[in-house]
């Protein structure tokens, strides 16, 4: 079935796929498909999102560690990072939201099924998600997640073929570095192909711009220290540099933001 369109099972119970994987064989005379694998967690899923690539994902919203609506923030930070973005995923939530969060998904067009889950529905999300624009279906994601007051609480670092969660409260700074944003922590640094721009538009109120090219976790600030430049003449001009905590990098700040960061730390 070359054309038949991918599904990865995303659900942390087993019996709840094993109904779904029940429900999709008996649809498949209506609706060919393959099924390209099942994942119990957030984790497994991204990594067999990468490997897979499926067209549709169905994803259970109540996992422990994860929620679906946060692992679809993920998925859709992933699909639009990066030079040559990554396929995205058309995502189908399996929920037993409450009314008012159903209102949410409605209003922006993400389709979603109530547990238990029932064939003819299913057929209905599926042939409906085979007819929206990957990159629409990105934003409604994104728009979902601020509906529904939905975070991210890691990043999401793909290494040796598996992927790390890295939580936001380890994070000293970020820092862009030709096409690769480095992720640093108190003990070692990642790397991840997001937008410094984006990241800072969804952490904003735990991150602080300083530089164009640096975003630092305002927990991690200590103070800040006035230097000379290194190897000038004439000395140069001074400027300002951070003092981290738990890690003896300093991170220069430019003019242009010293007057927003110099107030954070008294």
Request: cysteine-free; charged content about 25%; hydrophobic content about 45%.
């Amino acid at each position: 079935m070359p054309d038949a369109p991918s599904i990865l099972i995303v659900d942390d119970e087993p019996v709840a796929r094993s109904r779904l994987r029940e429900l999709l064989a008996d649809l498949a005379p209506e609706f060919p498909h393959r099924i390209v694998g099942e994942a119990p967690n957030a984790p497994e899923a991204l990594s067999q999102i990468e490997v897979a690539q499926p067209q549709i994902v169905l994803l259970d919203i109540q996992m422990p560690g994860m929620t679906g609506i946060e692992l679809a923030r993920h998925i859709s930070a992933r699909a639009q990072s990066g030079d040559t973005p990554r396929p995205m995923p058309l995502i189908i939530f399996v929920t037993a939201f409450d009314e008012f969060a159903v209102d949410a998904f409605e209003v922006r067009a993400i389709d979603y099924l109530l547990k238990p889950v029932r064939a003819e529905r299913l057929k209905q999300a599926l042939q409906r998600a085979l007819t929206r624009m990957p990159q629409e279906h990105a934003q409604a994601i994104d728009q979902l997640a601020r509906a529904t007051n939905t975070r991210r609480r890691h990043l999401s670092v793909h290494e040796r073929g598996r992927v790390i969660l890295v939580p936001l409260e380890q994070v000293v700074y970020l820092k862009a570095e030709l096409k690769y944003i480095t992720v640093r922590t108190k003990e070692r640094e990642f790397l991840i192909e997001e937008s410094l721009t984006s990241l800072e538009e969804e952490f904003s109120d735990r991150f602080v711009r300083i530089h164009r090219n640096a975003l630092v976790a305002r927990p991690s600030i200590a103070g800040f220290e006035r230097v000379m430049p290194q190897g000038e003449a004439d000395g140069g001009d001074p400027f300002w540099q951070v003092v981290l905590r738990d890690v003896a990098e300093r991170l220069p700040v430019s003019r242009r933001q010293w007057s927003t960061v110099k107030n954070l730390v008294g």
